[in-house]
């Protein structure tokens, strides 16, 4: 497509459930980002793919939260027994290269609320 | 890991006047991104810039790399400029590809 692509767009779920979030990148881009964003500040680093293999999840908060990508292109995260805190939007991102002098492009983000 | 500092935090301007953010940096960069989030969330690409100075319309950037600085410039701001300008680097030494960002600057752009 012509953007980094995220479903859905708003999330409601209650304390406890079990939520998983989409990224569609860019056609053709080697690497995938995950961060996530409270309110009212930057966006903090979760997990960073190159094709199928995750070679960062050094951001991800607690054994909760899951990611995948399994053909190298379409992104899952998954968190589970979710708590409130874990209100925040979510934010993919995607860049042609692998090497981190590239620039990422980001999706319009998840915006996930725990009641 | 690489620090990010953006000033003014803050920021209130009349429709038509120009106006400069910083971005201070810790450590030596191989990529540079200024972004604007609008009032809808959307994080826009204005530019990638770890050195050097390009400018797109009525914005313009430079960075400073030897001094660990960027710049943003907006001149002649509408009111469609406001929303939060963040600021986003991966330091050289920083293993992985992410992205650090700073606190960002919020822009009201009055009528």
């Known amino acids: 497509g012509a953007g980094v692509s995220q479903s859905p767009r708003y999330k409601v779920a209650k304390r406890g459930q079990d939520v998983a979030l989409r990224c569609d990148p860019i056609?053709?881009?080697?690497?995938l980002f995950w961060y996530q964003q409270a309110l009212g500040q930057g966006p903090e680093f979760l997990t960073y793919?190159?094709?199928?293999?995750?070679?960062?999840k050094s951001g991800l908060p607690s054994d909760r939260f899951f990611a995948e990508r399994p053909e190298g292109s379409v992104s899952t995260l998954k968190i589970q027994r979710t708590q409130q805190e874990d209100s925040a939007v979510y934010l993919c991102?995607?860049?042609?290269?692998?090497?981190?002098?590239?620039?990422?492009?980001f999706g319009d983000g998840t915006r996930l609320s725990i009641l | 890991g690489i620090q990010v500092e953006q000033s003014p935090p803050d920021l209130i301007l009349q429709e038509g006047a120009n106006s400069t953010l910083r971005c201070n940096f810790s450590?030596?960069?191989?990529?540079l991104q200024w972004f604007h989030q609008n009032p809808w969330g959307q994080l826009i690409n204005l530019f990638y810039?770890?050195?050097g100075t390009k400018q797109n319309g009525r914005l313009s950037a430079t960075t400073v790399a030897t001094e660990r600085y960027s710049l943003l410039y907006i001149s002649s701001s509408q009111t469609t400029d406001s929303g939060v300008y963040f600021c986003?680097?991966?330091?050289?030494?920083?293993?992985?590809?992410?992205?650090?960002f700073g606190e960002g600057t919020q822009l009201t752009v009055n009528p």
């Open positions: 991102a995607s860049s042609l290269g692998g090497f981190g002098n590239q620039p990422q492009h």
């Open positions: 056609s053709g881009h080697v690497s």
């Open positions: 793919f190159q094709n199928e293999a995750q070679l960062d």
């Open positions: 450590d030596s960069v191989n990529n």
């Open positions: 810039i770890p050195s």
């Open positions: 986003a680097v991966r330091g050289k030494e920083t293993s992985g590809s992410r992205l650090t």
